[in-house]
C-alpha cells in the first residue's frame, strides 16, 4: 500500500510539474507500464483530482484549469513513511542542514494522533546514526526557486559558483532537477554557448527568471546527461575495465551514475569509470569483489597489481609457524 501511494504521490507531483503528459512518459518516469499509469489516474480522480485526458495519437493527461487540488489523505502507514522520509531529511540525507524538512517534521507531529506519536517516539529512541561526511547540500529555496522556472520554462539568469570557486552569471534556458542520491543538479541550456550543461544545485549563488518563456525543441534526457557528465568530466583521471558481467549484471554492480558502460559481447562489459588517483580507482575495483581486466592506463593496472602484492605479503609474513611447516 505505501509503494502505490508513494507512486500516486509522484504522479500528482510529475502532473503539477509541466503542462502535459504522455501516457509512455509517465510510465518511464514511474517505471511501470501504461496500464497501470490509466489505473492510477483513475484512483487519483476517484479522490477528486482533475485530470483530464488529451486526444491523439500516443495520448496524455494533465491537471485541468482551475481544479482546485483536495486535501491529502493519508492512513497511518502513509503517515509513518512521511514521518520517517522527512526525519532522514531533516538529518541531512537530501537537504544538509537547510531547515525546511525539521520544521515539516515538527508541523506533522503537532497533528498526529496519540497512537502515531508513541510510534515515532519509539523510532527516536531505538535508531541511531553512524557519523557521516556530508557533501556539500543544496537549500530548500534554491530547490523551489529552479523548479519553478524548469516548470514555467522561463529562461533564466543563473550565478554560479564552479568547484574552482570561479563565480560566472549565466542566460540559461532551464529544464530539469535531477538527483544523484548525493548532489543535486540542475541541467538547462546555456544561451550563450548554445549547448546543453548542468549545474550543481549547492553552487547555485542566485536565481532570477526573466518572465521570457522559452521551447525546448532538442531536450535531452536529463538524468543521462547528468550521468554522462559526473563519469566523463567529473574527475581527474579515468580507467576502462573489462568485466565478465552481462550489461545488465554490469549495472546493476556499478551504477550508471559512477560509469558509463558498453556491451562487449553477451558475458562482458567495458566500464568507463573516473577517480581521483590510480591507487584510488584500484581500491574500488577491488572492492567490487568480481574478476576484471584494466584495458587502460597502466598506471590503474600497476596500482591494482601493487595493492594485491601488498596484500599477499601480508598475509604471508602473518601466517603461524605451524602452517608454514605443513
Not at 147 to 168: I, K, N, P, Q, W
Not at 186 to 192: G, H, L, M, N, T
Not at 200 to 213: F, I, L, N, Q, W
Amino acid at each position: 500500500m505505501i509503494a502505490t501511494s508513494a507512486r500516486l504521490l509522484r504522479l500528482v507531483s510529475l502532473l503539477s510539474s509541466r503542462p502535459t503528459w504522455s501516457n509512455a512518459e509517465l510510465a518511464r518516469q514511474l517505471d511501470v507500464t501504461e496500464r497501470t499509469v490509466r489505473r492510477d489516474i483513475d484512483r487519483l480522480r476517484e479522490l477528486g483530482y482533475g485530470v483530464e485526458s488529451i486526444p491523439g495519437p500516443g495520448g496524455g493527461y494533465r491537471f485541468g484549469a482551475g481544479n482546485r487540488m483536495p486535501p491529502l489523505n493519508l492512513d497511518d502507514d502513509e503517515v509513518f513513511a512521511v514521518a520517517v522520509a522527512l526525519r532522514e531529511a531533516a538529518h541531512g540525507a537530501a537537504l544538509g542542514a537547510d531547515p525546511a524538512a525539521l520544521s515539516a517534521l515538527l508541523k506533522l507531529r503537532q497533528i498526529l494522533p496519540a497512537r502515531m506519536a508513541k510510534r515515532l517516539a519509539a523510532l527516536d529512541a531505538t535508531v541511531e546514526h553512524t557519523p557521516r561526511c556530508e557533501p556539500p547540500q543544496a537549500s530548500a529555496d534554491v530547490l523551489l526557486l529552479l523548479a519553478s522556472v524548469c516548470r514555467a520554462s522561463e529562461r533564466t539568469t543563473l550565478t554560479y559558483r564552479d568547484m574552482h570557486g570561479t563565480t560566472t552569471v549565466r542566460s540559461v534556458d532551464p529544464y530539469r532537477l535531477v538527483h544523484t542520491g548525493v548532489h543535486w543538479y540542475f541541467v538547462a541550456r546555456d544561451v550563450d554557448r548554445e549547448a546543453w550543461r548542468t549545474f550543481r544545485v549547492d553552487r547555485v549563488v542566485d536565481v532570477a527568471s526573466t518572465g521570457e518563456v522559452v521551447g525546448l525543441p532538442d531536450a535531452p534526457d536529463a538524468a543521462q546527461l547528468v550521468s554522462d557528465t559526473i563519469t566523463r568530466t567529473g574527475y581527474p583521471f579515468f580507467a576502462r575495465v573489462r568485466l565478465p558481467l552481462s550489461y545488465d549484471d554490469a549495472r546493476r554492480l556499478v551504477a550508471p551514475i559512477v560509469a558509463t558502460h558498453e556491451a562487449d559481447g553477451p558475458d562482458a562489459t567495458v566500464i568507463t569509470i573516473g577517480g581521483s588517483d590510480p591507487d584510488q580507482l584500484a581500491g574500488y575495483l577491488l572492492s567490487l569483489r568480481t574478476p576484471l581486466e584494466i584495458l587502460s592506463p597502466e598506471p590503474v593496472r600497476e596500482a591494482l597489481v601493487a595493492r594485491l602484492d601488498a596484500m599477499y605479503r601480508g598475509n604471508q609474513a602473518s601466517r603461524p609457524r605451524s602452517e608454514e611447516r605443513e
